[in-house]
Nanobody
Framework: QVQLVESGGGLVQPGGSVRLSCAASETISTMNVMAWHRQAPGKERELVAVITNSGTTNYGDSVKGRSTISRDNAHNRLNLTIDNLQLDDTAVYYC?????????????WGQGTHVTVSS
């Protein structure tokens, strides 16, 4: 199994920025889709951003225009930045990996990193 470990969360002031990273235990260069999801207290998990192996990106409406997702294939990392943080950005952020191997679909999740937006 692929292990995913998120980092970079913490306490951030409203209007500030956060930079998250997801480290994978093996090469990600051939893995089709990597994404960030988040789950706020009392809410369902939602998509934050996604990037394909071709570099195509998409963002959830809640962060569109103030977030950037990127993949560092050389270091097996997935990164996410969110600018102009709002209180509603408070959540646990999860790294997600989806790919095909040996004709089978695989999906993996990290344990999450907390982001708390507060003054």
């Amino acid at each position: 199994q692929v292990q995913l470990v998120e980092s970079g969360g913490g306490l951030v002031q409203p209007g500030g920025s956060v930079r998250l990273s997801c480290a994978a235990s093996e090469t990600i260069s051939t893995m089709n889709v990597m994404a960030w999801h988040r789950q706020a207290p009392g809410k369902e998990r939602e998509l934050v951003a996604v990037i394909t192996n071709s570099g195509t990106t998409n963002y959830g409406d809640s962060v569109k225009g103030r977030s950037t997702i990127s993949r560092d294939n050389a270091h097996n990392r997935l990164n996410l930045t969110i600018d102009n943080l709002q209180l509603d950005d408070t959540a646990v952020y999860y790294c997600n990996l989806r790919f095909y191997r040996d004709g089978n679909y695989h999906e993996y999740w990290g344990q999450g990193t907390h982001v708390t937006v507060s003054s």
